[in-house]
């Protein structure tokens, strides 16, 4: 009798908060709608152009501030070179990273605009994993971010089980293989990453920084063995190797032996730049558990 005049306590609802703001201009409803779609369930706030035109975008783009601005180039009208460009010329706009979507490789088109550091490119047709790998390129995501990204990937179906470069497990793998690996005490885990791969690209250029990439990732699948796990642990170019302690050691040693003759070829090949480094990182067995993938992932930036 009394419960009637009850009423059950309202929850507040978690706050959302965006992972990064994107701006999406495209005149095909269609795409705009798969763009919205994924974007949102991976945690970024979804802002799309009216049509995809362009003086809407350089307008939205300088009311918003879009932590990223993700454009098609060939639109009627103003075009996506042509936003980049108004984009860069404009103050308010200037430091918006850029990721222009074509069908053609834009190094050898000569409208496009001189290369920025905050600018890349993503050629059609691509998977949603290779536009998160972008995404995650562009945007000064920390490691907290990076990780929230990562729990919500880990939550949708895998479109795509392979790094679209590497040719590596993604991370869906890892998390699904990491428990098993990690299970029997004395494991230990190795993080080899190329150093300052963005610069890289910005020097090099996307093919040749992304054809080091894939060097390494062949260097490192090049030692898979049935004890070792070799996979993407996130959407940065970071490859793990995770297995019994005495195999990660000599598996790391010899994956820095035979990269140094990519080293090698690539200071030859541009002996203006730095050769190139790689980063490694270790972690190992201190508490005698299996390994989820939020732990490794900590694990190997300590």
């Known amino acids: 009798m009394f419960l009637q005049n009850v009423r059950p306590a309202v929850l507040p609802q978690p ?31 979804y802002i799309g152009t ?32 042509g936003v980049q460009r108004a984009m860069r010329a404009d103050p308010c706009t200037a430091g918006v990273p850029i990721l222009t979507v074509t069908a053609m490789d834009p190094w050898s088109e000569p409208r496009r605009p001189a290369p920025s550091p905050l600018d890349d490119y993503l050629l059609k047709p691509f998977t949603f994993e290779a536009l998160l790998y972008r995404i995650v390129a562009l945007l000064p995501l920390d490691a907290a971010g990076h990780d929230r990204l990562v729990e919500r990937a880990r939550r949708l179906p895998c479109l795509e089980h392979f790094h679209p470069v590497t040719g590596l497990p993604c991370l869906h793998t890892t998390a699904r293989l990491l428990p098993a690996v990690t299970a029997a005490p004395g494991w230990a885990a190795v993080s080899v990453t190329l150093a300052r791969f963005p610069l890289l690209v910005r020097q090099l250029g996307r093919p040749a920084a992304e054809g080091l990439l894939a060097r390494l ?3 490192a699948g090049g030692l898979a063995a049935p004890s070792l796990l070799v996979a993407h642990p996130g959407f940065d170019p970071q490859i793990a190797v995770v297995g019994p302690a005495a195999t990660v050691d000599a598996a790391a040693a ?34 005698g558990v299996a390994l989820e993938l939020p732990a490794l992932r900590r694990a190997l930036r300590g």
């Open 217 to 219: 990732g062949g260097i």
């Open 15 to 45: 706050v959302f908060r965006p992972l990064g703001r994107v701006l999406v201009s495209d005149d095909d409803p269609d795409i705009r709608q798969i763009y919205a779609a994924l974007l949102t369930e991976h945690g970024f706030e």
């Open 254 to 287: 010899e994956l820095l032996e035979r990269f140094e003759a990519v080293r090698r070829h690539s200071a030859r090949a541009h002996p203006q730049l730095p050769p190139p480094r790689l980063h490694l990182r270790r972690a190992n067995d201190s508490a």
């Open 50 to 81: 009216p049509a995809g035109a362009g003086p809407a975008t350089l307008a939205l783009a300088a009311q918003l501030r879009p932590h990223l601005l993700i454009t098609d180039v060939n639109k009627p009208g103003l075009d996506g070179y």
